[in-house]
């Protein structure tokens, strides 16, 4: 026992009293913020303004496309926003023409040079039956297959604007189309097993994408670094002096345990940087009338050190597997890039699970080992799972450790001390029967 905890000691204190891990653990959930954030920033930026030509037909849509949605920029143009929650931030510029008679002179400047004043973006073709015509298309011309954004939002705002005027020849006057068609908000309520009322599905959205993250990140970062301390250790000869002064199983052991340690470190670390922030923010949502702790509720941290640990313990010992049996670092790579690809499929599933987290599928992975720490815990945080679904998803994954823990300690025994070649699965399979 005393030689394992010295183990543990020294992989812990070799790990904290790095600059790195100081530097990562300061820098890592602002990393972090400005991968969630800064897509959707540069999205926004990207998409900036379109300048559009909309030749119309019909010559009764200028209206529609000349009204000013949001405050109007000091520009000649106009500008056509129109936007609505949960639409991208784009701008575009309308140049209206009441005629759709000839549209090449249009179309050419489609292609002109990028900084000419006179580009366009798009052109918007409405033909002269739009209205009437029940076989009437409208066509959108772009250098881009793909601006489906820019086409969508004119094609809205033409049709709105064509069945207007359908309905007000009839004799319906305009302003009762807009109070009769007008859209309901629609707000998102879950309801929990008590009865309590929690809303803001979107802020749980982010939330399980990104304790996720959170969750998996550290497991698979500190995993490698037990796959790179063993095959260092073997190619130094070291671990052949450890060997002979304690027994594989007191090595491992310290190994794995030293190492969650550094880990459970550097996400308390996180979680208190998380809380600071939290608390902060709690404050002026609870001034705004928005009750935080229906999203952070105390047993979410509770499940999240728990479900850490599983995983850590569950995915650190495949990792050690492959630095026993591997004697450099790209043989190692290559043996377990495929292994990872198939740990990490909660996350490429987690969509899908975080949404409907009561399926069939969700609850499969949730009971699995390997993938059940992951999923159980996004199950926990964005709904409230059985709690037979709880205890069978920790049992299950505290079978699955021993399993591995087991079949590691017998591979590495031998594993640490092999050169030369990889072995086949034969050979691994021998060394399971002869350790």
């Known amino acids: 026992m005393n030689k394992m905890l010295a183990v543990l000691k020294r992989e812990y204190l070799a790990a904290v009293r790095k600059k790195m891990f100081i530097v990562m653990t300061i820098l890592f959930p602002v990393l972090m913020s400005a991968a969630m954030l800064l897509p959707g920033l540069m999205v926004a930026r990207g998409l900036g303004e379109k300048q559009v030509a909309v030749l119309d037909g019909t010559g009764k849509l200028q209206s529609a496309f000349t009204r000013t949605i949001v405050p109007e920029q000091p520009d000649v143009k106009k500008s056509l926003s129109g ?12 140049e209206y023409v ?44 772009s250098r881009s297959s793909t601006d489906v954004i820019t086409q969508e939002r004119l094609s809205s705002i033409a049709n709105r604007a064509i069945q207007r005027l359908r309905l007000g020849a009839r004799g319906i006057d305009a302003n009762t189309v807009d109070a009769l068609t007008r859209s309901v908000p629609v707000e998102g309520i879950q309801l929990s097993r008590s009865g309590e009322q929690k809303k803001g599905g979107e802020l749980n959205l982010i939330l399980g994408f990104l304790f996720a993250a959170l969750l998996l990140i550290p497991s698979f970062i500190y995993g490698l670094e037990i796959m790179r301390g063993i095959i260092q250790e073997k190619s130094d000869r070291v671990v052949e002096v450890l060997i002979s002064s304690m027994s594989p199983r007191q090595l491992l052991t ?48 509770v499940y999240f050190y728990l479900f850490f640990v599983l995983a850590y313990l569950t995915y650190v010992s495949i990792y050690a597997i492959a630095g026993a049996i591997c004697n450099s670092e790209k043989e190692a790579q290559q043996l377990i890039a495929p292994i990872s690809m198939l740990m990490m499929l909660p996350w490429f599933l987690m969509f899908a699970i975080i949404t409907n987290p009561d399926s069939g599928l969700a609850i499969g992975f949730s ?57 086949t699965i034969g050979e691994l399979w021998r060394w399971l029967k002869v350790a």
């Open 254 to 301: 310290g190994k794995i345990f030293g190492v969650a340690l550094v880990g459970l470190t550097q996400v308390t670390a996180w979680m208190l940087m998380l809380a600071a922030v939290g608390t902060y923010a709690g404050t002026i949502a609870s001034m705004a009338g928005m009750n935080v702790t229906q999203f952070l509720r105390p047993m979410v941290f």
């Open 83 to 94: 936007r609505r929650r949960g639409e991208l931030p784009q701008s575009i510029n309308v």
């Open 367 to 423: 009971l699995s080992p390997v993938f059940g720490p992951l999923t159980m815990f996004v199950r926990a945080l964005v709904s409230e799972p059985p709690v037979a679904h709880l205890l069978i998803s920790i049992a299950v994954a505290v079978c699955t450790i021993a399993a591995f823990f087991w079949i590691t300690a017998k591979i590495f025994r031998v594993g640490i001390l092999s050169y030369g070649k990889r072995p």
């Open 98 to 141: 009441a005629s759709a008679a000839d549209a090449k002179p249009y179309l050419d400047r489609l292609n002109a040079e990028r900084k000419a004043s006179n580009r366009l973006d798009a052109v918007f073709v409405i033909p002269s039956d739009a209205i009437d015509g029940e076989s009437a298309k409208i066509s959108f011309y």
